[in-house]
């Protein structure tokens, strides 16, 4: 029987801790951009604001958008994310498409479908995925051939701006603005543009609804087997929650273990908490999760809680985070650290000094746990 070849972040998540990259949009607003930067000569005549459409900055502004991710590299990040978080034309309808809201209507359906059916819209996505990624292919490969370390592109897939498990209107709970397979629809049209442009592996992050997260799923096992990209051709897949205070995976109300038991038939290369709570809060979420999964565990928190008065927009400091990241190193919770919002290549550097030379959580710690219990 003819081995199984190990992806090469398995191996390195063997040897040490990996570092991703830490928050886009914190690092972006260090550039002072404004409408105009954004909307460049293309987007000129945009009847809607594009400022906080920060994924349309690897079309406008590729040349800001390539030195984030190298200074995220030389800050010690093993893994970038493309900067593509709301790159579906579910979520670009935001920015160039009417709300029918503002007029009587509403979203519903019949309204994404016409949505998920726009040339325009799809050909947006397709380009902000396609180009990010090569943007971030490019710099990965160029900062790993300096320093002979491999640097690896995770193709970063956002909850999007709707939500399959709950309904808008209190009056109607059985109301759904969107369907599951309108949902998967956009989210494998973005898989396969992140695959084009040269992405290492699938991330599905920042999950507050769980049905989404399934969606994103199930467009990712579909897109593998319809285009051939099956066995040693899969791309290895990343799965990141956000939780609240109690522990729950926001809109869903799941805990941390039955979201795990929601995603783990999938089989990811590592799942873990991100964005959401500071890593003090994290802390006990965490520690169930790396409990109950047999996976890599990630973790990139945001630097705090918000605050205006700030230069980030969030309290804790590069040291704040460096000191609860190798706590989190130290207890042998993790497998990937870094951060989210907030976080800057600062952060990230800090974050890598201090999980240097710290021991990765053992990838079969569950096996073992579960062992010991039987034992006993």
């Known amino acids: 029987m003819k081995p199984v070849r190990k992806h090469p972040l398995q191996k390195v998540l063997e040897s040490r801790i990996a570092i991703i990259d830490g928050a886009m949009g914190t690092t972006i607003r260090t550039y002072s951009m404004?409408?105009?930067?954004?909307?460049?000569?293309?987007?000129?005549d945009s009847k809607k604001d594009l400022l906080n459409n920060g994924d349309l900055f690897s079309l406008t502004q590729p040349k800001m958008i390539g030195d984030i991710h190298r200074r995220f590299l030389d800050a010690g990040a093993d893994i970038i994310e493309t900067n593509t978080f709301g790159a579906t034309s579910i979520s670009q309808s935001e920015f160039f498409v009417d709300d029918p809201r503002e007029h009587g209507g509403r979203k519903d359906p019949e309204f994404y479908q016409k949505i998920i059916e726009d040339k325009s819209l799809s050909s947006l996505a397709w380009e902000i995925n396609e180009q990010s990624a090569r943007q971030c292919r490019e710099w990965a490969d160029r900062v790993a051939n300096e320093t002979g370390r491999q640097r690896f592109v995770a193709?970063?897939?956002?909850?999007?701006?709707?939500?399959?498990?709950n309904s808008p209107d209190a009056d109607d709970p059985g109301f759904r603005v969107v369907t599951f397979d309108q949902v998967k629809t956009a989210?494998?049209?973005?898989?396969?543009a992140l695959i084009a442009g040269g992405s290492d592996l699938l991330l599905v992050e920042t999950i507050f609804d769980s049905l989404n997260a399934?969606?994103?799923?199930?467009?990712?096992?579909?897109?593998f087997d319809e285009d051939g990209l099956t066995g040693e051709?899969?791309?290895p897949v990343m799965i990141s929650a956000a939780v609240g205070r109690g522990g729950e995976t926001m809109i869903?109300?799941?805990?941390?273990?039955?979201?795990?038991?929601?995603?783990e038939h999938a089989r990811p290369l590592s799942v873990g908490l991100n964005c959401s709570l500071g890593p003090d809060l994290m802390y006990p979420f965490l520690e169930e999760l790396s409990e109950k999964a047999d996976v890599a565990i990630s973790c990139y928190p945001n630097a705090g809680l918000p605050n205006p008065l700030s230069p980030t927009g969030f309290d804790l400091e590069p040291k704040d985070m460096a000191r609860f990241l190798g706590g989190f190193g130290k207890d042998g919770l993790i497998n990937i650290a870094g951060g989210c919002c907030g976080n800057t290549p600062q952060h990230i550097a800090a974050i890598a000094k201090a999980l240097e030379g710290v021991a990765p959580r053992p990838l079969d710690a569950r096996r073992a746990s579960q062992l010991g219990e039987n034992a006993a």
């Open 34 to 44: 404004a409408e105009a930067d954004i909307r460049g000569d293309r987007f000129k």
């Open 155 to 165: 193709g970063a897939i956002g909850p999007l701006t709707v939500s399959l498990s």
């Open 187 to 192: 989210y494998a049209e973005q898989v396969r």
């Open 214 to 223: 399934k969606a994103a799923l199930v467009a990712i096992r579909e897109v």
């Open 233 to 235: 051709k899969e791309l």
């Open 252 to 263: 869903s109300a799941q805990t941390v273990e039955a979201f795990w038991n929601a995603v």
